[in-house]
């Protein structure tokens, strides 16, 4: 019997100091692959608008410079998913006859729900001490979750993937800004681990996981 107590005791102090490893283990592998969904998102936007000849863009239920959760320019909701939780990320097909108008046409344009929500995993980072330099050299807070910028510079949460694949970005009225502009980054977190999912200027797409023991971003 004290055999079998001790044995019992032994196995539950392994058990505590167990599962709370598979825990975070879980954790992590849930906030990686909410930043590998969202790579694919942009890559998808700009695949899709090489083939169609329409205009993708990708909009982030990220906050953009602090403020709520973003809809698109005109305000229209991205939507959230059968559980209530917001879509991370909507692709749309900008094919508006005639003209691309930077918005939702509810009723013509179906936005892609190709990215799911992950417990646990939120926008912005929680160890990362900078930016992603140089690929994210936009000078906005990651903490922010999106580091996108219109042609002026201000924050925003969306970027456009034009014809030829190139990012580009644009405001709320629709001004898009010149090749080089669409470069930006988005940012999730599960509160132990920060992950940067940068597009370039000319549209490559990389995913980085933040390095606490190397303080730095790392491939």
Not at 1 to 9: F, P
Not at 86 to 115: F, H, K, M, Y
Request: hydrophobic fraction near 45%.
């Amino acid at each position: 019997m004290i055999e079998m107590m001790v044995v019992v005791a032994l196995i539950g102090a392994l058990a505590a100091i167990a599962v709370p490893k598979f825990d975070q283990f879980f954790a992590n592998q849930r906030c990686k692959a909410a930043a590998r969904s969202l790579a694919d998102a942009f890559r998808i936007a700009q695949s899709d608008a090489i083939r169609t000849g329409d205009p993708h863009i990708v909009f982030l239920s990220a906050s953009a410079g602090g403020n709520p959760p973003a809809t698109d320019p005109g305000g229209t909701p991205l939507g959230v998913n059968p559980n209530g939780a917001p879509w991370p990320a909507v692709i749309v097909d900008d094919r508006t006859p005639a003209l691309s108008n930077c918005v939702i046409d509810v009723g013509i344009e179906t936005p892609q729900t190709l990215v799911q929500p992950q417990v646990g995993v939120s926008w912005g980072v929680s160890n990362a001490a900078r930016p992603l330099a140089p690929d994210d050299n936009s000078g906005l807070n990651p903490a922010a979750g999106s580091t996108f910028r219109t042609p002026g510079g201000a924050a925003t949460t969306w970027v456009m993937f034009r014809p030829d694949g190139l990012p580009v970005s644009f405001d709320a009225a629709c001004n898009q800004g010149t090749v080089g502009t669409g470069g930006g980054a988005a940012y999730v977190t599960n509160g132990s681990r920060d992950y940067a999912v940068v597009v370039t200027p000319l549209g490559g797409v990389r995913v980085h996981g933040w390095n606490a023991e190397a303080n730095a971003w790392t491939n």
